[in-house]
């Protein structure tokens, strides 16, 4: 699944030897069935050729575009710019119809950004630290520090006590905050639930950092109940912890005050714990629901992360970071090449993103997140609903617009609505750009497919292990 939980993916062997890929991949787009292997005509596969036996993802390079060197002297003729444009004209149809059929992954396709096209003739690069300019004068760090304000504003940190910066996407965001656990923890462990996004274990791995993976309820909540008995098998250690503010393929929300009251009731005072909220998408969302635990930095945490091209609907993938001002100095050294300071994982920024950001939080403010707070809510419910009444299994955690059902049998199915899957359940994400119609649509070709993957024998499969018996209503179950 789109950035789902951790999956084991096979390693591909690169001459018999070395592992490439352990254990994790992006699978955003996996396919079982290997490639047709590419055999040459005389039927002997060259070592590298094996080597190349990839087989996630679909093969991009079958419709890849080539790119041919400019015919007369490095100018680029009237023809060849004309089959460019030809090229592009097909492809903005084709974003188009892809944009109409997407249902899978948590990204808000609704927005105008038409004021802004103004600015890409600009290269605007806001790389080192946000409060501290560069030499580099083409930049955007007064948009980008007045969208951290905003986000202080909502996870409750006075403007002169946080510190943060507007990353490349969620993952690093989470790739900083755990890094900050580590410096201010140097012999921290990590401690993440079973359902947290890859990027998590990425973290781990990548800062050899002990792990500990902690199970989940069927919601896909931490279970503070397994967490308990690893914390105190290791109370001679700091604990890091990630905490989700929404997991990938549930949508679910671990619960903050429990976890704190978990940390404190095994003898973890505040200066030995360090936590990281991973909000990618409910990380917005999340203030505007009532009833949801709060995400603040008046409760003991040391940092936030989400990502601006899901639920703000940014059309580039970027996100914000913030964490406390007193961590970052442990972090960061000074550039004299940048005249400013290091202290962010990436070394050049884009500096458009801050623009798409400052311009959506300004135009929609509290007010008009709140309402597509609400719609999508309301929305997941009635899909959830409809689910339900048409027989199939499906789930809708609470404070989420995340629901998950059986996956369809038919991948050409999964492909055309761009569902994520995991094993078998699929996801809808209902984002403000979701209406009701295009949910009848799905819904009714659904139902519609479904009568002919199930007939005679064929039964839809039960997946209670997946999401509680109470929500499956298969043979067994129903
Ligand atoms: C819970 C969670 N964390 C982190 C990420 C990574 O975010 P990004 O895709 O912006 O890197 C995702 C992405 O789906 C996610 O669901």
């Known amino acids: 699944m789109a950035g789902g939980a951790e999956t084991k993916a096979p390693s591909p062997n690169v001459n018999g030897k070395a592992e490439i890929l352990k254990g994790n991949f992006e699978p955003t787009a996996i396919k079982v069935e290997p490639l047709t292997p590419v055999v040459p005509e005389n039927g002997v596969e060259k070592p590298s050729e094996k080597s190349r036996n990839i087989v996630l993802g679909r093969n991009v390079h079958s419709t890849c575009l080539t790119i041919t060197e400019p015919e007369v002297n490095d100018e680029v003729t009237g023809d060849k710019e004309a089959q460019m444009a030809?090229?592009?004209a097909r492809y903005r149809k084709n974003l188009m119809e892809r944009t109409k059929y997407h249902l899978g992954y948590p990204y808000n396709l609704d927005f105008?950004?038409?004021?802004?096209?103004?600015?890409q003739h600009f290269s605007i690069n806001n790389l080192g630290d946000p409060f501290i300019e560069s030499n580099y004068g083409v930049h955007s760090r007064q948009f980008e520090v007045g969208v951290l304000d905003w986000f202080a504003r909502l996870w409750e940190i006075e403007k002169d006590e946080y510190w943060g910066y507007i990353t490349n996407c969620g993952t690093e965001g989470n790739l900083h905050g755990i890094l900050v656990g580590r410096e201010v923890f140097p012999d921290g462990i990590l401690y993440a639930s079973r359902e947290s996004h890859y990027s998590v274990f990425k973290a781990a791995r990548m800062y050899r950092m002990e792990c500990v993976k902690v199970d989940t309820l069927v919601s896909?909540?931490?279970?503070?109940?397994d967490l308990r008995p690893k914390l105190l098998a290791n109370k001679d250690k700091p604990a890091i912890l990630n905490v989700n503010i929404g997991t990938t393929v549930k949508g679910a929300v671990d619960d903050l005050d429990v976890v704190i009251q978990t940390l404190e009731e095994c003898g973890f005072s505040h200066d030995r714990f360090y936590i990281h909220c991973d909000g990618a998408l409910f990380g917005l969302m999340m203030p505007f629901v009532k009833?949801?635990?709060k995400v603040s930095f008046k409760k003991p945490i040391g940092s936030v992360s989400v990502s601006g091209h899901k639920f703000v609907g940014c059309p580039m993938p970027c996100g914000v970071q913030i964490t406390r001002m007193e961590h970052i100095n442990v972090l960061s050294s000074n550039v004299e090449y940048l005249a400013s300071r290091d202290a962010t994982i990436m070394g050049s920024r884009n500096g458009h993103a801050p623009l798409f950001l400052w311009y959506t939080l300004n135009r929609k403010g509290y007010k008009g997140f709140q309402k597509d707070v609400q719609k999508c809510l309301r929305n997941a419910h009635y899909l959830k609903d409809r689910l339900h009444e048409a027989g199939i299994s499906a789930m809708l955690n609470e404070l989420s617009s995340t629901v998950v059902f059986e996956r369809p049998r038919d991948e050409e199915f999964v492909r055309?609505?761009?569902?994520?899957?995991?094993?078998?359940?699929?996801h809808v994400v209902v984002m403000p750009n979701v209406t009701i119609e295009k949910l009848d649509f799905f819904l009714n070709e659904l139902v519609e497919k479904r009568s002919t993957w199930y007939q005679g024998n064929v039964q839809p499969p039960c997946i209670a292990a997946e999401i509680g018996k109470a929500n499956c209503v298969c043979a067994l179950h129903k």
Do not use: H, M
């Open 112 to 119: 105008d950004y038409g004021a802004l096209a103004q600015l």
């Open 291 to 293: 009833r949801a635990p």
């Open 86 to 88: 030809g090229v592009l």
């Open 416 to 426: 055309r609505w761009q569902l994520a899957c995991e094993g078998n359940i699929a």
């Open 220 to 225: 896909g909540e931490i279970d503070c109940s």
